[in-house]
């Protein structure tokens, strides 16, 4: 520790060097429920002991299905990553297992989202070209529009740079790509993959005439979101103008889909934001496309594709073009996505080369794990109160003014500085409005914090 200048504290900052802030909030909860539950009852919960983990779980009467395997995923991650002691012994228990186990068989059935139709994706273009419509529901369905053209996930959407667009007039049609570059997505799971850009290309190719990208890449200029900024590819509108540098959380973001799309938000199954990845991949599978183009589309690989892919230089090619060939296939009404399975095709119309590949009919083309965000709403509160009382006080410099008053967002949880006793606008100079809840006490601890509201 000698060559350590923050001793302890830099170490673990250290040791979770590659990990996501959002994979450590998720593993510190359940480890902070634990440590409490026998703070509370005046034993020393470390070292982590068998009977203790397995009384924990037993004496829970109304946890979610998935609360206990939580539990064990943060005890595993905390002996993998600093050693804890008892980490291991937990996990290796039939009985912990069993009723772990047990808990997880009452989960709900896993609905996957349904993709969108082809009217729904029309309906979204012709809002991008609708001059009568503001220009934050044209940006945001051009924004959908790109998730669902670049089959991404809605958290990967946010990560692009750098776009570009190439194309010609071939025909009087305008033809070609928007290519761009993800910073950091879902499927870098290794540090190579972490360090490199994963190319993004969106075809030009649309279900109505004109194509939609020139329209939306002049909104997004106009709006000043063009180019290398600090704003995310779908930042969260002000109240009073103007775009946030934060992004849209998910929820707010599936809500303003579902909303452009007048679709009703009470069903479980309802149309969200992973809709828009599965949805030309759906279509490709019912069109025939084969599985390697369709797993490329989706940017998955397996192991044995590293080499063929680092010197291949654009793999996506001829996926690409199967893509843009359904595409056409579906504006020329010769294919019918959503159509029942004797009807994908007209009678008397060519089937695709590869129409009679293989495709099971029960495999989900959207993507082989969940969406990186759930889009359900979390209950913040039971959590918070656990961090504010097990991890002590804490509070960024310029907070502790007498009679200072904050708010929290009830979204992003951010914590906001009152400018004034008239409580209409933050020290950053945002609107308070119905987004945020005014906080009756200071909170204990203080995070995350508005960098404006509290720059000293």
Request: contains cysteine.
């Amino acid at each position: 520790m000698r060559l350590a200048g923050g001793g302890l504290m830099e170490s673990v900052v250290d040791s979770l060097a590659g990990k996501a802030t959002s994979t450590l909030h998720a593993r510190a909860g359940p480890l902070l429920k634990f440590s409490k539950y026998w703070k509370d009852k005046g034993i020393d919960f470390f070292p982590v002991q068998e009977w203790m983990v397995y009384d924990y779980i037993k004496s829970q009467t109304s946890w979610a299905p998935t609360a206990p395997r939580s539990l064990l995923v943060s005890l595993s991650f905390a002996f993998h990553i600093f050693g804890l002691a008892g980490g291991d012994m937990a996990a290796k228990s039939g009985r912990i297992k069993g009723v772990s186990d047990s808990f997880y068989a009452d989960r709900r059935k896993i609905v996957q989202r349904p993709p969108l139709t082809v009217a729904q994706i029309i309906a979204l273009e012709a809002t991008v070209h609708d001059t009568a419509r503001t220009s934050y529901d044209r940006i945001a369905a051009g924004f959908f529009l790109v998730l669902i053209f670049g089959r991404l996930r809605y958290s990967d959407g946010l990560q692009l740079v750098d776009l570009q667009l190439d194309s010609r007039v071939v025909d009087g049609k305008l033809t070609g790509f928007l290519e761009a570059q993800a910073e950091r997505t879902k499927t870098s799971v290794t540090l190579e993959r972490k360090v490199r850009f994963l190319p993004v290309a969106i075809p030009l190719e649309s279900f109505s005439e004109p194509s939609w990208v020139p329209v939306w890449l002049e909104l997004r200029e106009a709006a000043g979101l063009q180019g290398r900024s600090a704003h995310p590819m779908l930042p969260s509108p002000q109240l009073g103008g103007g775009w946030a540098p934060m992004p849209l959380q998910v929820g707010a973001a599936g809500d303003w889909l579902r909303s452009l799309l007048k679709i009703e938000s009470v069903a479980r199954d309802r149309v969200a934001t992973h809709s828009c990845k599965a949805t030309l991949l759906a279509m490709a599978a019912k069109y025939g496309v084969d599985y390697d183009s369709r797993r490329f589309l989706g940017y998955h690989s397996e192991g044995k594709d590293r080499s063929l892919l680092t010197y291949s230089r654009d793999a996506m090619s001829a996926p690409l073009r199967k893509l843009i060939s359904m595409i056409t296939a579906i504006k020329n009404k010769q294919f019918f996505p959503d159509s029942s399975r004797s009807g994908y095709f007209v009678p008397d119309s060519e089937l695709p080369p590869d129409a009679n590949a293989d495709v099971s009919d029960g495999e989900s083309d959207g993507s082989s794990s969940r969406g990186s965000d759930s889009e359900e709403e979390r209950n913040h509160d039971e959590e918070e109160s656990v961090v504010a009382e097990m991890v002590g006080k804490w509070a960024p410099k310029g907070a502790d003014l007498p009679g200072q008053q904050f708010a929290r967002h009830r979204v992003s949880r951010c914590i906001h500085a009152m400018s004034d006793e008239s409580g209409t606008h933050f020290s950053c100079g945002r609107t308070v409005s119905n987004r945020y809840v005014i906080l009756l006490a200071k909170p204990a601890f203080m995070h995350p914090v508005c960098s404006g509201c509290f720059k000293a």
